[in-house]
T-cell receptor
Framework: LAKTTQPISMDSYEGQEVNITCSHNNIATNDYITWYQQFPSQGPRFIIQGYKTKVTNEVASLFIPADRKSSTLSLPRVSLSDTAVYYCLVGGASGGSYIPTFGRGTSLIVHP | GAGVSQSPSNKVTEKGKDVELRCDPISGHTALYWYRQSLGQGLEFLIYFQGNSAPDKSGLPSDRFSAERTGGSVSTLTIQRTQQEDSAVYLC??????????????FGSGTQLSVL
């Protein structure tokens, strides 16, 4: 399974753009890159997924370089409610034999 | 329901007692996962069900832990003779498990288990 490395914690301020980078040097050809967000006392919530280049939705953008050995989750103009733990996962194209592995994630704290 | 439902939301038990935790996945989701999360830690995989296949039990920490999934839907995680180190949040997730597409897990809110 591809292993991911991401910062343990990050701090930001309201209104700023936050970029969280995840390294996954041994990503497999058919692996997807998926990010989840977890608030205290809740289960993780899917926020974005991509395979290559750039993906954007109403919550975030995901940038994936050509070699796919890393990815960057971009949160535009964060607010206090974006304070959460963000997990980066790779894998998932096998359609039935994939067990998502969650590391400790990146704890993002947004300050007023 | 529209999402993954877990019950109870909180469970306090005494050391040595057995507990059962329930998970109702999203209708139509063939894959079901159990994880546990200790305070300040990441998610630890426990067990995985996919359709009618034999479950992947590789994450269960001891033989005191077991799980079943009836009719491809509801799942129950049972912990026998609970120990204080079993205290954690137990999370259930389900997904469509579509071949060739990236997996997206949908989680319940979890069961907070406290063993006194």
């Amino acid at each position: 399974l591809a292993k991911t490395t991401q910062p343990i914690s990050m701090d930001s301020y309201e209104g700023q753009e936050v970029n969280i980078t995840c390294s996954h040097n041994n990503i497999a050809t058919n692996d997807y890159i998926t990010w989840y967000q977890q608030f205290p006392s809740q289960g993780p919530r899917f926020i974005i997924q991509g395979y290559k280049t750039k993906v954007t939705n109403e919550v975030a953008s995901l940038f994936i370089p050509a070699d796919r050995k890393s990815s960057t989750l971009s949160l535009p103009r964060v607010s206090l409610s974006d304070t959460a733990v963000y997990y980066c996962l790779v894998g998932g194209a096998s359609g039935g034999s994939y067990i998502p592995t969650f590391g400790r994630g990146t704890s993002l704290i947004v300050h007023p | 329901g529209a999402g993954v439902s877990q019950s109870p939301s909180n469970k306090v038990t005494e050391k040595g007692k057995d507990v059962e935790l329930r998970c109702d996945p999203i209708s139509g989701h063939t894959a079901l996962y159990w994880y546990r999360q200790s305070l300040g830690q990441g998610l630890e995989f426990l067990i995985y069900f996919q359709g009618n296949s034999a479950p992947d039990k590789s994450g269960l920490p001891s033989d005191r832990f077991s799980a079943e999934r009836t009719g491809g839907s509801v799942s129950t995680l049972t912990i026998q003779r609970t120990q204080q180190e079993d205290s954690a949040v137990y999370l259930c997730a389900s997904s469509l498990a579509v071949a060739g597409a990236g997996e997206k897990l949908f989680f319940g809110s979890g069961t907070q288990l406290s063993v006194l």
